[in-house]
């Protein structure tokens, strides 16, 4: 497991334990404020999604994607999960393709409608881009289907994370902040976002 060859902007963001946000727009939401929120759909006072999104299905049997391997495409697959073919290279950002992002099967947020196309559709995987460790961007089953043929570029300490679930520490990079990394005449780069992270109540903000 690497990091990539390049200094860190800033430090602020690191503290003892992990990181933080040291944005002072950025507002902390604890699980008070999840319960708050459900209490809210359920009441009427927040909307539910699928009263405001009207998310319809669209087959996709991936053969555009598997024969091409030089047109630019950017397909949006479901949440955060977006195919991006590149310079002959595919790319999955935050790959979940299961039912639902959760630590167990049997309950947890469930999947509106079914990825598009399917994950054994796809042409070969080059590179995986992680943004965080929440189950919905980091998804276990998916992780362990692509295995060990694509790199996995994701935030600091998010590799051990990858190891547990199989992948060779060599296939993992990690960035801080501002570092980036040159794979395949691409550039990489890890920008910050305003967010939290944690796959767990007694980890938060222990991985960037």
């Known amino acids: 497991m690497d990091n990539a060859d390049s200094t860190t902007n800033s ?16 507002e902390s939401r604890g699980f008070a404020d999840f319960l708050k929120w459900q209490c809210d759909r359920l009441s009427g ?10 998310l319809r299905f669209t087959n996709n049997d991936g053969a555009l994607f598997r024969a091409n391997r030089e047109h630019f495409t950017v397909t949006w697959i479901g949440h955060s999960t977006t195919l991006i073919q590149i310079a ?17 099967t049997w309950s947890g947020p469930k999947r509106h409608v079914p990825p598009s196309p399917q994950l054994g559709h796809l042409p070969r995987i080059d590179f995986v881009l992680l943004s965080h460790d929440h189950y919905d961007h980091l998804d276990k089953p998916t992780i362990k ?23 060779d520490s060599k296939r993992i ?3 801080d902040w501002w570092q980036s990394v040159e794979m395949e005449g691409l550039q990489f780069h ?17 991985t960037l």
Request: overall charge positive.
């Open 11 to 26: 430090g602020v963001h690191h503290t003892s334990s992990g990181f933080c946000n040291p944005y002072t727009s950025f």
């Open 45 to 54: 006072k927040a909307a539910r999604r699928s009263q405001v999104a009207d």
């Open 88 to 104: 002959g290279c595919n790319i999955l950002t935050d790959p979940i393709f299961s039912e639902r992002c959760s630590p167990v």
């Open 145 to 167: 289907k692509l295995g060990n043929r694509p790199f996995y570029l994701a935030p600091l300490r998010v590799g051990k994370i990858l190891q547990s679930f199989g992948i």
């Open 173 to 175: 990079i990690e960035h």
């Open 190 to 206: 890890c920008t910050p976002a305003q967010h939290f992270s944690g796959r767990g109540v007694h980890n938060r903000n222990e």
